[in-house]
């Protein structure tokens, strides 16, 4: 496993100290793009592996500030593979029948179902970011959430389930260059949000609420990844990593097949 970019329980990371440039492998963007497209296709191999054996399911949790890349992400690292197995579900502000429930009803029909990789773009964390930033829920309802939260996936590992959880740390001027970039091209104002300048405001309240989540939920059953989001290419490669190696520990195996050598087809 890379653990370059794995927390670990005992530490504590303070986020300003945390870089978002990568610097611990391949300076050299051809070469890091090379290898990303190398292991892209164990990526296709391994996931046809997982669907074909129906047995183990991999969760993987992205989560971001504005333009940090979570879209992105997706994009490429899941490029190629067979859609049928893999479902994306992206959390929006709860709808009223969700929010009548408690806040892991909407979470848990997403999570993924044998052979499958789910991928949640936002996700459950989002009840201990946005929802204490923005002060929707008083502290004494969202503190205890970290340790539901723990709860919740250790239940999912211990029911089949690997989860990932990654973290695209960028910079204050990243963001705002990605922003500037969505205001000045016209095809990419459908992603520009005022309330992502709302968010952009409240900047250091989300680093704060970050490193909390970061720290009081990185368990040994499912740790975060702390992936430098600067530059794009980093990032990907970061994270394909991470999940090649999880899905080869997996190790997921076609099923047996019957002895097929008498059978004719008319
Ligand atoms: P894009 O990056 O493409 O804009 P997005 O994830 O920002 O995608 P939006 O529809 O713009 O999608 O935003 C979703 C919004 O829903 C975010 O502002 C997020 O904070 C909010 N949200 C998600 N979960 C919750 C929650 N549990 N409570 C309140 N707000 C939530
Ligand atoms: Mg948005």
Redesign the pocket.
């Known amino acids: 496993m890379p653990a370059v970019h794995c927390l670990t329980p005992e530490t504590q990371i303070v986020l300003a100290n945390a870089s978002t440039r990568g610097k611990d492998f391949h300076d050299n963007r051809d070469a890091a793009e090379t290898e990303f497209v190398e292991l892209r296709n164990e990526l296709i191999h391994l996931q046809t592996a997982l669907y074909a054996e129906g047995r183990q399911k991999l969760l993987v949790v992205l989560q971001a500030m504005?333009?940090?890349g979570?879209?992105g992400t997706i994009r490429h690292t899941f490029k190629g593979v067979n859609p049928q197995g893999v479902r994306v579900t992206?959390?929006?502000?709860?709808s009223s029948e969700?929010l009548a429930h408690d806040?892991l009803w909407r979470i848990h029909q997403a999570v993924p179902g044998r052979g499958m990789i789910g991928v949640f773009?936002?996700?459950?964390y989002?009840?201990v970011?946005?929802?204490r930033v923005?002060s929707?829920l008083p502290e004494d309802i969202w503190r205890p959430r970290y340790e539901t939260i723990n709860n919740f996936e250790k239940h999912l590992v211990d029911t089949g389930t690997t989860v990932l959880k990654f973290f695209l740390h960028i910079s204050k001027k990243e963001q705002k260059e990605r922003f500037q970039d969505r205001l000045d091209e016209p095809d990419k104002h459908w992603?520009f949000?005022q309330?992502?300048l709302h968010?952009r405001a409240q900047w250091n309240d989300y680093q704060h609420a970050f490193e909390d989540m970061l720290n009081n939920c990185t368990t040994e059953h499912a740790p975060w990844y702390l992936i430098p989001g600067d530059q794009k290419w980093y990032r990907n490669l970061a994270i394909m990593r991470v999940m090649v190696a999880t899905l080869k520990n997996m190790n997921p195996r076609y099923p047996e097949a019957d002895d097929l050598s008498g059978v004719e087809i008319d």
């Open positions: 504005d333009a940090g979570k879209d992206s959390f929006k502000k709860p969700e806040f773009n936002r996700s459950h989002e009840d970011l946005v929802v923005d929707i992603k949000d309330d992502d968010k």
